[in-house]
Nanobody, 113 residues
Framework: QVQLVESGGGLVQPGGSLRLSCAASGFPFRTYFMAWYRQAPGKGRELVASISTSGRTNYVDSVKGRFIVSRDNSINAMYLQLNSLKPEDTAVYYC???????WGQGTQVTVSS
């Protein structure tokens, strides 16, 4: 059974940081391209960051220099470090294996003073 379980979301003030985690199981994680998506209230889903099996990363322009995606294939985990958070980063963040379209349940990130 495929599972992607996100954790680490919460309420943070502007300028703060969070670290999201994704625990994967039920598929050969190390062989899959992985990504983080987000969905803000009233908006569509947006690709935030991606990481290849070899660790190559890509980011949407709005988070470049602030977010860092990483993975640990030894424990089937992916991470998203969110720094210098802005109110417009408020969204539900999803861990995704885009190829087979595996999605986690999402974790809420709220940036507000």
């Amino acid at each position: 059974q495929v599972q992607l379980v996100e954790s680490g979301g919460g309420l943070v003030q502007p300028g703060g940081s969070l670290r999201l985690s994704c625990a994967a199981s039920g598929f050969p994680f190390r062989t899959y391209f992985m990504a983080w998506y987000r969905q803000a209230p009233g908006k569509g889903r947006e690709l935030v960051a991606s990481i290849s099996t070899s660790g190559r990363t890509n980011y949407v322009d709005s988070v470049k220099g602030r977010f860092i995606v990483s993975r640990d294939n030894s424990i089937n985990a992916m991470y998203l470090q969110l720094n210098s958070l802005k109110p417009e980063d408020t969204a539900v963040y999803y861990c995704v294996a885009p190829g087979p379209s595996y999605w986690g349940q999402g974790t809420q990130v709220t940036v507000s003073s």
